[in-house]
T-cell receptor, first 113, second 114 residues
Framework: AQSVTQLGSHVSVSEGALVLLRCNYS??????LFWYVQYPNQGLQLLLK??????LVKGINGFEAEFKKSETSFHLTKPSAHMSDAAEYFC???????????FGPGTRLSVLP | DTAVSQTPKYLVTQMGNDKSIKCEQN?????MYWYKQDSKKFLKIMFS???????INETVPNRFSPKSPDKAHLNLHINSLELGDSAVYFC?????????????FGPGTRLTVT
């Protein structure tokens, strides 16, 4: 069965510091990969997605992620954290044969002043 | 200009009651979904509908029944509510087929069963 792991249920960074949120997937076939953000009391919003084009994907709000097939990873980064980045972040994977998404457990990002 | 909308946003009810949550999308998508998010933020897919046909049902109790009158709507009806049903329920939609289409989510409905 496909699965997605996100290392670290809670990550804290200082404002202006690098943000690194980790995502690994288990799959024997090439996946499509997504990062979503959920602000408090809101729905999920797409940050970026990988669909087998460029391995480095740029998204909204200054975030980017790199697909590394050899490491089965799709880590999310942002060079400089803002207070407004504090939210829950979800990695998700889907496959060619259907629309079913598998979501990771989420990582809560806190940004300290 | 809301893409995926849900009503109500909050729902407080007692055990044993029956309730419905409505979802509508204006994106022209042909697949819609219902997710349950528990208190630990874990997202579990409950159902998806493609062209009015149920294509996923992830071991959800049969007290939960999705109803789709047309491609733009997917309502969730819950019978005999239990305390464990308290959660946030999200509706989502997407295009179908290969191509890695993203899902668009509604704002959620917070259900509290007392």
């Amino acid at each position: 069965a496909q699965s997605v792991t996100q290392l670290g249920s809670h990550v804290s960074v200082s404002e202006g510091a690098l943000v690194l949120l980790r995502c690994n997937y288990s799959s024997s076939v090439p996946p499509y990969l997504f990062w979503y953000v959920q602000y408090p009391n809101q729905g999920l919003q797409l940050l970026l997605k990988y669909t087998s084009a460029a391995t480095l994907v740029k998204g909204i709000n200054g975030f980017e992620a790199e697909f590394k097939k050899s490491e089965t990873s799709f880590h999310l980064t942002k060079p400089s954290a803002h207070m407004s980045d504090a939210a829950e972040y979800f990695c998700a994977v889907s496959y060619n044969y259907g629309q079913n998404f598998v979501f990771g457990p989420g990582t809560r990002l806190s940004v300290l002043p | 200009d809301t893409a995926v909308s849900q009503t109500p946003k909050y729902l407080v009810t007692q055990m044993g009651n029956d309730k419905s949550i409505k979802c509508e999308q204006n994106l022209g998508h042909d697949t819609m979904y219902w997710y349950k998010q528990d208190s630990k933020k874990f997202l579990k897919i409950m159902f998806s509908y493609n062209n009015k046909e149920l294509i996923i049902n992830e071991t959800v109790p049969n007290r939960f029944s999705p109803k789709s009158p047309d491609k733009a709507h997917l309502n969730l009806h819950i019978n005999s509510l239990e305390l464990g049903d308290s959660a946030v329920y999200f509706c989502a939609s997407s295009h179908s087929g290969t191509g890695g289409y993203e899902q668009y989510f509604g704002p959620g409905t917070r259900l509290t069963v007392t």
